[in-house]
């Protein structure tokens, strides 16, 4: 009783030796004329407003300590300001420049919150629009856009990332900062993310693991969810989307808001889609997939800190297109009937940051239970698993200046999957796992235009499992019990030798533990028998990447190339034997492989044409074994290109733009020892989005074609491409999104 008093006092004494404090300051142009409506955030703290008709922002019960401010109107470039809050009030002024080709974003996936520009890690982004307008009934398909990320594909329902050649659990996948843990181990399970519920995407490639941990060896991708409205607000917006080719609909439903403490929001969500319909007509059976989702957020943002709570619900039917369904299913339908996974996937998280004088102290913790069940032609689940994961993080941000940052902290899982009510087929056997990490990061600005970045990592890794099934049987599990650790650590550093070029360079260590899969499955998986290897061992590479990015008024170019060596690689591989049904059975092995390539990107927006936008990018990767085999999974070359116009106004409609891209996808000539190769393709899509004003409420339109003419293609990563059916063909889609909001008199509460 006496130590909870100590440390209730203590909390009390410290809250109020933190005074009220605030900013305020003016937004303006070059010629110091008001921006009205522009954006005042503070991503640390999730708290914004927007500037009044002088351009005059306010923003009360700030901690103190070391703030960045992000300002930011369309139009212009965002800027990005780190200040230092001493006093009860503190001004900011601040003059935004005119950005002809799209602003950098602040980005929070690098261990700091920073602009594009300034991280020494390279970041890729991608904002809400450009997938939730893309046309396409998997958004996962809309993040492959960027260069040097691809995914492997089961129809529309499953998509898994790829970046780089790597995939799988060599790819960290994070809701909103959150590790996803729904079994992620195979390309048959999808990632498990509302797209209706995601602000933007930040993706990390090459090694992440000083920052994540394992099974960041190959890149991270971040699902980072909507900012709070600004102060003052209640906001909402409905999204409906429609598709011809899977006559498939999304709909989604949310509503926030925010005072000048607390904030909150609800969204609900729903996907229905039928089978697919490959290039020339015909469906593809039993890919048709439904989704029902909830998510919800409330959150605290005080004189010590912010602190907030999110939940997670998403439920998934997805129809397997594997060989026994094919005779099963002669109707194209919605209904998922047989052979479909049924997924539930819950997460509660709370991301609290304290501000303790000189220190801030980020604490974080999160829970999730996904529950995995495969249906097929029987009364019961073939496959019923569970899985429990905890999560915590406590990062320390030390006392640093100006020109630098130290972060301290530890990372810790821990895990338990359990098979219940005894099914036919148990893949996987009970286990527990557990691992910890411990990190320490520092940055440093060595001259005005030099800075540098680097870390190190130790993390442990123990995996128990339980003996399941016969002894001496085909399917017993027999008990395994490992434990693994590893150090790993980064460093890089850019140069900016004058504000329109950043050369950046980059040198990682990163490794992964074998997972439960790979060490221990025996059964069928999919269309093939999988057998773990208990014998194997963490993979660890070694990646050194280089690029360049150049930026004018009218012109960016952006180039990189990279280059990953990999100890103990683990792939799954094909045997001579087969079961006494003849299914072919896989076992996991391990070599030595070497991944290499690069990216690059073009963006020309002529001063004397304003309203034209020309984009192209490549990609490129190989992936080979040390015996010269090539790796599986390995994405084609590929080149994209675009012509957009825009408008700001045509008659009625306001915003407005329209698009011609295409897809080059070349011909994949070098598949691994159990691939064949595949034939390069085009892909033509055009679409066209604006805006539309009633009044005072505004409408948001797109309209899409992908795969113009309807076009026959097998991708090298479609995991249908074995059973002899295309990818989608010809898809017209309609995304209709309608925002609504209300804006209360300064200083009320709700």
């Known amino acids: ?129 450009a997938f939730k307008f893309s046309g396409t009934p998997d958004f996962m398909a809309a993040v492959a856009q960027v260069p040097g990320v691809d995914m492997i594909s089961k129809g529309q329902g499953i998509a898994k990332p790829v970046i780089r050649g790597l995939s799988m659990n060599d790819v960290l996948v994070l809701n909103n900062g959150v590790r996803i843990e729904n079994y992620q181990f195979s390309e048959d399970h999808p990632i498990g993310i509302d797209d209706n519920d995601v602000g933007k995407i930040e993706i990390v490639k090459g090694p992440a693991s000083l920052l994540y941990g394992s099974d960041a060896i190959g890149g991270v991708i971040n699902f980072i969810k909507e900012n709070p409205v600004p102060i003052g607000t209640v906001a909402g917006d409905y999204r409906m989307q429609i598709h011809s080719n899977t006559l498939g609909m999304n709909n989604g439903l949310g509503l926030k808001g925010a005072s000048k403490k607390f904030f909150g929001g609800v969204r609900i969500g729903n996907k229905t889609h039928a089978d697919y319909l490959q290039g020339g007509g015909d469906f593809v059976p039993n890919s048709r997939f439904n989704e029902m989702t909830f998510n919800a957020n409330t959150g605290y943002t005080g004189k010590i800190g912010t602190f907030k709570v999110y939940y997670d619900y998403f439920k998934q039917k997805l129809g397997m297109t594997v060989p026994p369904v094919v005779p099963l299913v002669t109707e194209r339908g919605r209904k998922n009937d047989v052979w479909f996974q049924d997924l539930l996937h819950q997460m509660v998280s709370s991301r609290n940051k304290l501000y303790l004088g000189k220190f801030k102290w980020e604490i974080n913790a999160a829970y999730q239970n996904a529950l995995r069940k495969l249906e097929t032609t029987l009364d ?27 972060v301290i902290g530890f990372q810790g899982t821990s895990q338990n999957n359990r098979n219940l009510n ?18 320490g990061i520092a940055r440093y600005d060595l001259f005005e235009k030099v800075k540098v970045q680097g870390g190190l990592r130790f993390d442990t890794y123990k995996i128990d499992t339980y003996a399941m099934g016969e002894e001496g049987s085909d399917n017993y599990h027999q008990p395994v019990s490992k434990d693994f650790s590893n150090v790993n650590g980064s460093v890089g550093a850019t140069y900016r030798p004058n504000e329109n070029l950043i050369l950046r360079l980059n040198f990682a260590k990163g490794y992964r533990a074998p997972n439960l899969s790979e060490l221990t499955s025996n059964g069928m998986h999919g269309n093939r028998y999988e057998i773990g290897n208990p014998d194997l061992l963490p993979e660890n590479s070694y990646e050194t990447d280089v690029s360049m990015h150049f930026h004018s008024e009218c012109l960016s170019f952006d180039v990189a190339g990279f280059y990953n060596y990999i100890n103990d690689y683990i792939y799954s591989s094909p045997t001579q034997d087969t079961t006494a049904t003849g299914i072919d059975i896989y076992r996991f092995e391990q070599a030595n492989a070497t991944l290499a390539g690069g990216e690059a990107g073009i963006h020309f927006h002529p001063k004397r044409l304003p309203w034209l936008h020309v984009k192209g990018t490549f990609s490129s990767v190989m992936g080979v074994q040390q015996n010269g085999d090539y790796l599986p999974f390995i994405p084609v070359n590929k080149l994209r290109y675009e012509v957009r116009a825009d408008k700001k106004k045509l008659g009625f409609l306001h915003n407005s733009n329209v698009k011609v891209a295409a897809l080059t996808a070349f011909a994949q000539n070098k598949p691994s020892p159990f691939e064949t190769r595949t034939d390069g393709y085009t892909l033509v899509n055009i679409s066209a989005y604006s805006e539309i004003f009633i009044s005072k409420q505004v409408l948001r339109l797109g309209l899409s074609v992908n795969n113009l003419f309807d076009k026959k293609y097998f991708d090298h990563l479609s995991t249908l491409k074995p059973v002899g059916f295309y990818d989608e063909g010809r898809n017209i889609s309609l995304t209709l999104d309608i925002p609504f909001g209300i804006v209360k008199r300064e200083g009320m509460e709700f």
Do not use: C, W
């Not at 409506?37 to 009360?60: C, H, W």
């Not at 005894?422 to 990190?439: C, E, V, W």
């Open 1 to 129: 009783m006496k130590n909870i008093f100590l440390t209730v006092l203590a909390l009390y004494v410290l809250m109020q030796a933190n005074a009220q404090n605030q900013i305020k300051g003016r937004v303006t142009d070059v010629n110091k004329e008001p921006l009205t409506g522009a954006t005042v955030y503070m991503p640390e703290l999730q708290k914004g407003t927007v500037t009044d008709r002088d351009g005059n922002y306010f923003i009360s019960n700030i901690p103190k300590g070391k703030i960045k401010i992000q300002f930011s109107f369309v139009g212009y470039n965002t800027l990005l300001k780190t200040i230092k809050v001493t006093q009860p009030e503190t001004k900011v002024n601040v003059s935004l420049t005119t950005a002809v080709i799209e602003s950098q974003d602040v980005v929070v996936t690098g261990g700091y919150i920073g602009s594009q520009h300034d991280n020494i890690v390279k970041i890729g982004v991608l904002k809400s629009k």
């Open 380 to 406: 019961v689940p073939v496959v019923e698993m569970r899985l429990n994961t905890y999560t915590y993080e406590s990062k320390l941000n030390l006392p640093s200046g100006e020109r630098s940052e130290y």
């Open 422 to 439: 005894d099914r036919k087929s148990q893949f996987l056997p009970d286990a527990d796992i557990n691992y910890l990490g411990f990190l």
